[in-house]
């Protein structure tokens, strides 16, 4: 049940700089426990409340494109060769269009 | 039609069929041109249910300082209804915002005050607070936690939609200060039992998630998952490749986010097929794609407009 996930700049201190990662698991809370076995401390980040069971509010994960959040949550499934992404929760689209630092000009996404 | 002010001309916006891009007559997309509003976007219709929110309140009262973090529609949006009003409008934006944007925000009689560029709009949010704490006179409508935001497209895009396509099964918009999606959702849901909310997110390049620390992060006030039935996070390329689609397809020439949500509304269309299940789905235009010329977004390959809109949020 291999899945590839897609790691922010801000976390990739725990996969030792990588953007992608690999990890098995078929609900996203056992991926999280596969991955903090190889990347000690990740988990820690993307989860709260009592015994992590929940996700951080301020952490966005979704399962090939869709928010985990509609599809279960921490529960929600996983098949092989799916896509996770994490990403931060920023105030994006809101301030709409407007251009950020761009001091590496061909600098691409994950 | 007649209206007495161009602010009284925001909203009964066109809902336009998209024929060519309907996968059956029985599955069905329909757009709503919020770019026929005053200043070319749906902000037009949040600016100014938030400024008469303001004054009946009585916060707004003449010669008042409106303050808002905004290069975007919202400021134009403001900017238009404050200068028909006589107020004052101070938009905070990064410093590293282009020269375009100011220039049209300042013919529209908006004052600019600088964030640092190193923050990007979290930052530009953070100092708007700070302004507004430091100056208790200024009021500062904040779209991501004001409801009237929301109550605008409460009281007037849902019941539009609604009238236009009485049997609408799917509605589709962007999500941002999740204003559109909370009032409209809210409103056919009460309406219509069992539809389907759907938000589509856009995936900005890495930079924009450049935080510090995770617990930096933001969530608009506004927010309520449980008005949404799913949401999609859509990447720049879908959402280049959707834009052109639109206008190639169906002659809507839209802005970057509408290929967003065309995208996850053709997600869904796609999904009705699959099961054999009649869909009137309806989706927001956002705003056309005049400002978005200079991104790039419109010319050469997809792989060069991709490669131009990073580190850019284009919605």
């Known amino acids: 049940m291999a899945v590839q996930v897609r790691v922010p700049t801000i976390l990739r201190t725990y996969t030792g700089g990588a953007k992608l990662v690999e990890g098995t698991g078929d609900t996203l809370a056992a991926l999280f426990l596969d991955l903090d076995s190889r990347h000690s401390g990740l988990r820690g980040r993307l989860v709260a409340g009592d015994e992590g069971a929940e996700l951080h509010r301020f952490v966005n994960i979704y399962i090939n494109d869709e928010d985990v959040r509609f599809l279960g949550g921490l529960d929600a499934k996983l098949g092989d060769g799916d896509e996770v992404t994490i990403l931060p929760a920023v105030a994006g689209g809101g301030v709409d269009a407007l251009p950020v630092p761009s001091s590496r000009p061909g600098h691409r996404r994950i | ?315």
């Open chain 2, 1 to 315: 039609m007649r209206f007495d002010s161009l602010a009284d001309s925001v909203g009964r916006t066109p809902l336009v069929g998209l024929p060519r891009l309907s996968p059956s007559p029985e599955v069905r997309l329909w757009a709503k041109l919020e770019q026929d509003n005053p200043t070319g976007s749906i902000k037009d219709r949040a600016a100014l249910w938030m400024i008469a929110d303001g004054e009946k309140r009585g916060l707004l009262t003449p010669g008042a300082t409106v303050l808002e973090p905004t290069s975007g529609n919202t400021g134009i949006s403001l900017a238009m209804a404050c200068r028909q009003k006589g107020y004052r409008l101070i938009c905070v934006m990064p410093e590293n915002t282009s020269v375009e944007r100011r220039q049209l925000l300042q013919m529209w009689g908006a004052e600019i005050r600088f964030s640092p560029a190193a923050g990007g709009s979290n930052e530009a949010v953070a100092v708007a607070k700070r302004l507004a704490a430091e100056n208790p006179d200024w009021v500062m409508l904040y779209q991501y936690g004001n409801p009237a935001n929301a109550q605008a497209h409460y009281e007037t895009t849902g019941p539009e939609i609604l009238a236009d396509l009485p049997g609408i099964t799917h509605f589709v918009a962007g999500l941002g200060t999740t204003g559109t999606l909370m009032g409209t959702g809210r409103y056919l849901r009460e309406h219509v039992p069992g539809i389907t909310i759907v938000a589509a997110e856009p995936r900005y390049g890495e930079l924009v998630y450049g935080l510090r620390n995770i617990d930096e992060g933001f969530v608009p006030e506004l927010y309520d998952a449980s008005v949404l039935t799913s949401r999609y996070s859509v990447g720049p390329r879908e959402a280049l490749r959707r834009t052109r689609e639109l206008v190639q397809e169906e002659g809507i020439f839209a802005g970057i986010s509408t290929g967003a949500i065309l995208h996850a509304a053709l997600g869904q269309a796609e999904r009705a097929v699959r099961e054999g299940q009649r869909a009137d789905i309806a989706l927001i235009v956002a705003d056309g794609g005049w400002k978005y010329l200079s991104t790039g977004a419109y010319a050469g390959t997809l792989e060069e407009a991709e490669a131009a809109l990073e580190g850019q949020l284009w919605a």
